[in-house]
């Protein structure tokens, strides 16, 4: 068990320590259920009373927010109580699942692939003709690629994951469990007879970039021209679905069960809420924010804020429910 005092915590986040306490601290944990030897946080001043009640040895606080710690407690105050966090998750994260071999004995690896240095196969792994993989990744157990891909140096895929064929990923990615990438598209029309429904074909493949991080169960289809693609640094959560031809720009944002149709672009920096959606052949601006739940069918320009079904002007939405409100009071 990793295990530090209050003080060597300070240090580590540049931190300034106000009060004491005499505690190892074993680890973190939220205001509501720490004890006494962990340490929480307090990132809005909302929160603070929540600490008054709490046994947390100690909390790290962003230090705009008043307030003192108390007999024998400790905050380690600091710039921002959220980016800390990130930090101190990290000194105690636990280590990763181990590997018995470097290439386990039941993966299946094709005599054409390339395997980077420092890379690690887990069980029942298959890697296809013609495929690379870089220097330092992991595939956990029963992950499979296809042919012609290329994997990106220390990325690291989870179990159940499947990447087909000539699908590109980039560097430092973190696929979680059960992705799909390069799955066929949505794509049917009906036939001359009006008896049948037409399978078109995808002939293109997905293009991720580098430090891309997909929660479990994202499901990005291929392209049926050319490429789907997903920008460096962009973080989806999970059950989410990237329609056939889609682009996202760099470091978007797409929360749980939301889903973009085929041909959907997004600029840079784009946050997309749970369970909103992006109707085909639209486009959102660099920095537009999408409140969950939305149904998205029209245009935004760049820094454009829309809610609601069908998405409007989030100020815009507002004032529309307040008004229904008040009809309804008065009716």
Known sequence: MKTFTVEQICELLQGELEGSTRQIITGPEQLE??????ISFIGNRKFFPLWEKSKACAAIITNTIKGEPGEGRAFVRVKNADLAMAQLLELFMPEPPLFEHPIHPTAVIHPTAEI???????????????TRLGENVTLYPNVTILDNCTIGSATV???????????????NCLFNLNVSIGGDGFGYR????????VKIPHIGNVVIGNGVELGSGVCIDRGKFSSTVL???TKIDNLVQIGHNSRTGRFCMMAGNSGLAGSVTLGDGVIVGGSASISDHVTLGNGVLVG?????????????????YPATDAREMLKQWVALRKLAKEG
């Open 33 to 38: 259920y720490a004890t006494s030897v962990q």
């Open 292 to 308: 969950g739940g939305s149904g998205v069918m029209n245009d935004v320009p760049d820094g454009g804020k829309v809610l609601g």
């Open 157 to 171: 895929i989870w179990s159940g994951t499947v990447i087909r064929e000539r699908c590109v990923v980039g560097d």
């Open 231 to 233: 920008g460096d640094g």
């Open 190 to 197: 009906p036939s001359a007879d009006g008896r049948e429904l």
């Open 116 to 130: 980077g240095k420092g890379s690690r196969i887990g069980a029942g792994c298959y890697v296809g003709p013609n």
